[in-house]
């Protein structure tokens, strides 16, 4: 899915454009995935186990180009990648066409600057403009701002997921299953 850049302010007075992920973005994509990965516990892979290849990246950007009902939403500050967000459709069935999984991670000193908030906004809208009638996440227990984010934006909580994560140290997190009607 592509759409027209959208940009806005942040709360600390950076220039935020929103736009979708393009092939020339993989390699910092790469990059970005290695870090936040290290910056937070709340994602699901171990930093070790970013291993893209460049090529493999850049198939994964057209792919979500190339569709009518997902896309790869990057954010970008003064320039820079800040985080991404997506929506991303639960299957082909026909039973299933109505869903869309969204996932969102920004680097950490981008959090709490109201980033994570208009591209959450922007890819529900997205999602109502693709058909999809309800947006679904998980999210790890602990990662409370995310929680009371989402919850602001509709999302509901309906499960829990026990000993969702495995971590590194043998220690295990829980997650919520989070749902929102479109």
């Known amino acids: 899915m592509r759409i027209d850049p959208i940009r806005f302010l942040d709360k600390k ?3 935020i454009e929103l736009r979708a992920a393009v092939s020339s ?20 892979r171990e930093p070790d186990e ?13 792919g979500k180009l190339d569709s009518e009902r997902e896309i790869l939403l990057l954010a970008l500050a003064n320039g820079q990648l800040a ?5 991303q459709s639960l299957g ?5 066409r109505h869903r869309c999984d969204v996932a969102i991670a920004l ?22 403009k693709a058909h999809y009638e309800q947006a679904e996440l998980e999210v790890v227990e602990g990662n409370d701002n995310a929680i ?8 509901k909580r309906y499960g829990t997921f ?21």
């Open 50 to 62: 970013c291993e893209m290849s460049h090529e493999d990246e850049e198939k994964f950007i057209q």
């Open 25 to 44: 973005d993989a390699d910092a994509l790469i990059e970005y995935l290695k870090v936040v990965n290290v910056e937070t516990p709340f994602l699901i």
């Open 13 to 15: 007075g950076r220039e």
């Open 107 to 128: 680097y950490q000193e981008y959090c709490g600057c109201g980033i994570g908030r208009i591209m959450l906004e922007t890819v529900l809208e997205l999602a109502k």
């Open 83 to 87: 985080g991404n967000c997506s929506i």
């Open 92 to 96: 082909s069935f026909k039973r299933l």
């Open 148 to 155: 009371v984010l989402y919850e602001k934006l509709g999302f």
């Open 162 to 182: 026990p000993s969702n994560m495995k971590y590194a140290d043998g220690s295990y997190r829980d997650a919520y299953w989070m749902m929102k009607k479109l």
